[in-house]
C-alpha cells in the first residue's frame, strides 16, 4: 500500500513552487511550444505586410534608403571612405547587419511590456516570443543577404579584386552571434525594465551611441590609435570585421578578439535566459 | 479515483500602492537615505517607506484542497476573496509566495477567451494561433479544426480577418477552440459570461459532457450560482484568503455562498 502510494506521490507532471533554480532553463518545454513560435513569426510577418501595397519588399526598402543616405552623407561629403570597398556594398552590408542587431535587442527588451496583457492571462514559455522575435529577424536579414550578394557578384564581375576565403562557411556563426547577443542583452533588459522603464528611455539613445562606436559607416583603419581600445570592448566591432574579412580579403584580421566576442556572447545569452525565466514568474505582479 | 490537483498551504502576498518609487534613480535614492539612517525622500506622507519590507498583505493563505479526476470544483467566494489569485498561480501566470500547487496531466486554462487573437488575421488563422497558445498542437488542431469551426457556428466567416468580426462571432470563435482542447484539467474563469444565453448553455453543456464521458477535470471560478449548479459536482468558498467552506454537495455551497453574499 506504501509502495503504491509512493508511486502515485511521485508521477505529478506539473509542481508549481515558490522558487525555482537559476539555472532550470526548461528548455525542453520551450521546445514542446515551437509550433507556437512557428506561428508567432508567421503572425508578425503577416500582420505587417497585410494591406500594404508592395508588403514584404518594404524589408528591402529600408536598407537600401539608408544605404543611399549613407553613400551621400559619410561618403561623397564627410569622405570617409571605405577602404577600397565599393561604397554600396560596404554600407549595405554593415546597416543589414547592425539592424539586424538593433531589432532583435529592442524587440526582446520590449517582450514583457509588450506582452502584458497577454502573459496576464495565459501561461505558456515566455521565451517563445524573443525567439520569435530573433527568428523574424533572421528571415528578414536573409532576404537582404540575397540582395546583398546580388551586390557583391555584380562588383566581382566588373573586376574589383576581391579575395574571398574559407571564413565565409563561418558567416552563418557570425549572423547567429548577431541575434544571440541581440535577444540576451534585451531579455536581460526586458527583465529590468518590467520594473524600472528608464532603462526604455536609455536603450534608444544608447543603441545609436553603440552604432556610432562600431565600424558600419567608417572603416576600422580611420580610427585614430588611441580609440582602438573601444573597440577591443565593443562586442559588435569583431563580428563585423570578420564579416567582411570573409568576403573581401585583406589585411584586417581580428580573430583574437571575435573569439573573445563570441564566448562574451555565449555567455550573456545564457545569462540572459536564465535572468529571464526567473523573472517570468512573477513580472505579472511588478509591471 | 486519482487526485490529479493537489494545493498544498498555498499562499500568496502582494504589497499595497506602489511597488518601487517607479524610477531607478529614484529607488537608489531612497536606497541611499536607508543606509545613511535617513527618512525616505520618496515616501509619501503619512505611509511607511516604499522601499520597506511594510505595506504588505496576503490576497491568499495557506489554501489547501484536492480534486479527483473527473470531479467539476466550483471556487466561489466575494469580489477580492483571492480566488482571481488562486487561478493565476494554478495557471502559472505568477507564482505562489510559499506552498504548492502539484498537478497530474496537461492543463488548459481559459482566464479569458481569445487570448492571443491577432485581430488580422483570419478566424482560421487564430484557431492555430490560439490554440497553440493554449498548448495544442499545429497536427492535433488540423485534426480538430472541423469540429471547431463547427462549434463556433461561423462557417461562412473563417477566412475572414477577425477584426470585421462582430463581438458575438469573435467569441464564439474563441470559446469553440477553448471547448475543443484536449487536456486533462480545464481551469475557467468567468468566461461563460459570454455569447448569448443559448450559446453559454451549449458551452456549459459542452464541458459538463467532457468531464462525464472523458473524466476531465473542471475547475470553475465563478459568481452564477445557476452556471455552478449546472455544471459543478463540488465547492470551495474563499473568503478573504482563506478557505471558508468545502463540501461535495454542490447545493450547500451555493447556499451558503448565497447567505455570505446576504451577510455582508
Given at each position: 500500500m506504501s509502495d503504491v502510494n509512493r508511486q502515485t506521490e511521485e508521477a505529478w507532471d506539473l509542481i508549481i513552487e515558490p522558487k525555482r533554480s537559476l539555472f532550470d532553463l526548461r528548455l525542453k518545454e520551450l521546445y514542446g511550444y515551437r509550433d507556437l513560435i512557428g506561428l508567432l513569426i508567421r503572425r508578425d510577418f503577416v500582420a505587417a505586410y497585410k494591406q500594404t501595397v508592395i508588403g514584404p519588399f518594404w524589408f528591402l526598402v529600408q536598407p537600401l534608403m539608408m544605404t543611399l543616405v549613407y553613400m551621400f552623407v559619410f561618403g561623397n561629403i564627410a569622405k570617409l571612405g571605405t577602404d577600397g570597398i565599393p561604397q554600396p556594398l560596404f554600407y549595405f552590408s554593415g546597416t543589414i547587419l547592425w539592424n539586424f542587431f538593433a531589432h532583435s535587442l529592442t524587440q526582446s527588451a520590449n517582450t514583457f511590456n509588450a506582452n502584458a496583457q497577454l502573459f496576464g492571462k495565459i501561461y505558456f514559455p515566455r521565451l517563445a516570443v524573443p525567439i520569435s522575435y530573433a527568428a523574424t529577424g533572421l528571415i528578414t536579414v536573409g532576404v537582404q543577404f540575397v540582395v546583398l550578394l546580388l551586390f557583391y557578384f555584380y562588383y566581382l564581375f566588373t573586376g574589383y579584386a576581391f579575395h574571398p576565403n574559407w571564413w565565409l562557411l563561418a558567416v552563418p556563426l557570425l549572423i547567429f552571434q548577431l541575434g544571440a547577443l541581440g535577444v540576451g542583452l534585451g531579455i536581460i533588459i526586458s527583465s529590468l525594465t518590467t520594473k524600472y522603464r528608464d532603462l526604455k528611455q536609455f536603450l534608444t539613445f544608447g543603441l545609436q551611441l553603440w552604432m556610432y562606436a562600431t565600424p558600419i559607416i567608417y572603416p576600422?583603419?580611420?580610427?585614430?590609435q588611441k580609440w582602438l581600445w573601444v573597440y577591443q570592448i565593443n562586442p559588435i566591432a569583431p563580428v563585423i570585421e570578420m564579416f567582411r574579412y570573409a568576403f573581401l580579403g585583406g589585411d584586417n584580421f581580428p580573430l583574437g578578439s571575435w573569439l573573445i566576442s563570441l564566448g562574451f556572447s555565449a555567455a550573456v545569452l545564457f545569462l540572459g535566459v536564465a535572468f529571464f525565466n526567473k523573472n517570468e514568474r512573477t513580472f505579472i505582479d511588478v509591471i | 479515483m486519482s487526485v490529479v490537483v493537489r494545493a498544498e498551504g498555498v499562499s500568496k502576498e502582494y504589497r499595497f500602492g506602489v511597488i518601487n518609487n517607479q524610477s531607478l534613480a529614484r529607488d537608489m535614492q531612497s536606497w541611499w537615505a536607508k543606509v545613511r539612517g535617513k527618512e525616505d525622500p520618496w515616501t509619501q506622507i503619512g505611509k511607511t517607506s516604499n522601499f520597506g519590507r511594510r505595506d504588505r498583505f496576503w490576497a491568499l493563505k495557506n489554501v489547501s484542497f484536492e480534486v479527483k479526476m473527473g470531479e467539476r470544483l466550483a471556487i466561489m467566494g466575494r469580489n477580492g476573496a483571492g480566488k482571481s489569485t488562486l487561478l493565476k498561480i494554478m495557471s502559472r501566470i505568477t507564482a505562489p509566495t510559499e506552498g504548492r500547487i502539484k498537478l497530474r496531466g496537461r492543463v488548459a486554462s481559459l482566464l479569458e477567451v481569445g487570448t492571443g487573437f491577432h485581430s488580422e488575421l483570419t478566424g482560421r488563422e487564430n484557431i492555430y494561433l490560439n490554440g497553440t497558445i493554449l498548448g495544442m498542437k499545429k497536427t492535433e488542431i488540423t485534426k480538430k479544426l472541423d469540429e471547431i469551426i463547427a462549434f463556433s457556428e461561423i462557417e461562412e466567416f473563417i477566412d475572414t480577418p477577425v477584426k470585421r468580426y462582430s463581438s458575438g462571432m469573435y467569441v464564439r470563435l474563441a470559446f469553440a477552440v477553448a471547448a475543443n482542447l484536449d487536456s486533462e484539467i480545464l481551469i475557467a474563469d468567468e468566461v461563460l459570461a459570454v455569447g448569448d444565453a443559448k450559446f453559454q448553455a451549449k458551452c456549459l453543456g459542452k464541458m459538463h459532457d467532457v468531464s462525464e464521458k472523458q473524466g476531465r477535470t473542471v475547475l470553475f471560478v465563478s459568481h452564477n450560482s445557476d452556471a455552478v449548479l449546472n455544471l459543478c459536482n463540488r465547492g470551495i468558498i474563499l473568503d478573504h484568503g482563506v478557505e471558508d467552506y468545502v463540501a461535495d454537495n454542490i447545493n450547500e455551497v451555493v447556499d451558503r455562498y448565497n447567505k455570505l453574499i446576504k451577510s455582508q
Open positions: 576600422m583603419s580611420k580610427v585614430p | -
